[in-house]
């Protein structure tokens, strides 16, 4: 089955540590996603990535960062820099926009990783 | 940069027709308007996309005026299990013209009573 898989479901972190969320997607989709989401709130966009190799800042990057060394995979990780981490986690892929495909604002979500810092 | 905007809350009850309306005055040309549904704890899923005019799926229609600033998701019937929060979402080319985000504006949570 395609799908796009984050790992894992439930992450518990302590102060001061690092962590690394894991995003996956075999839809060989060239364009992949990390988005924050706080309760009762709406997605916002951490940092983003349209190939491999190359990323962008979102709009809430500061004290997180990423890769992209391969087309499947798009880790985020979570760092001490970050002052009030704990948050629902969701990576998402899509076509390249401005393929000229029609669904390349059709994103595909992974289940989403809950951090907590404990 | 451009955004959408959506009311933030909405009441139904069940077996009603339920119309969400999102604004986008900024659409590019080639954009196509995407609508999501996210219930808690899950990732966002796609419910209906279209371009211009009217498209209806399965569980939904879209309804698109000709200017394109604004699209309107209408759920037919809606039941307690279509309690959930629903995103509008354009792509929005970004200033350097050479990528673009996925934006999610801050959605509308539909709650149905019973």
């Known amino acids: 089955d395609g799908g796009i898989t984050q790992s894992p479901k439930y992450l518990f972190r302590k102060e001061g540590q690092n962590v690394t969320l894991s995003c996956e997607q075999n839809?060989?989709?060239?364009?992949m996603y990390w988005y924050r989401q706080d309760p009762g709130q709406g997605l916002r966009l951490i940092y983003y990535s349209q190939i491999v190799n190359d990323f962008q800042k979102g709009d809430i990057a500061e004290g997180y960062s990423v890769s992209r060394e391969k087309k499947e995979s798009f880790p985020l990780t979570v760092t001490s820099a970050q002052k009030n981490p704990t948050a629902f986690y969701l990576c998402?892929?899509?076509?390249?926009?401005?393929?000229?495909?029609?669904?390349?604002?059709?994103?595909?979500f992974g289940q989403g990783t809950r951090l907590t810092v404990v | 940069l451009a955004k959408t905007t959506q009311p933030i809350s909405m009441d139904s009850y069940e077996g009603q027709e339920v119309n969400i309306t999102c604004s986008h005055n900024?659409?590019?040309?080639?954009?196509?308007i995407t609508w999501y549904q996210q219930f808690p704890s899950q990732g966002p899923r796609f419910i209906i996309q279209?371009?211009?005019t009217k498209v209806t799926n399965e569980v939904a229609s879209l309804f698109i005026p000709a200017d394109r600033k604004s699209s309107t998701l209408s759920l037919p019937r809606v039941s307690l299990s279509d309690t959930a929060v629903y995103y509008c979402l354009v792509g929005f080319v970004i200033s350097s013209g050479s990528a673009r985000q996925l934006t999610f504006g801050s959605g509308t949570q539909l709650t149905v009573l019973p």
């Open positions: 839809l060989n989709h060239d364009a």
């Open positions: 279209g371009y211009k």
């Open positions: 900024n659409i590019a040309t080639n954009d196509y």
């Open positions: 998402a892929s899509s076509h390249k926009p401005g393929t000229g495909l029609k669904d390349d604002t059709e994103a595909f």
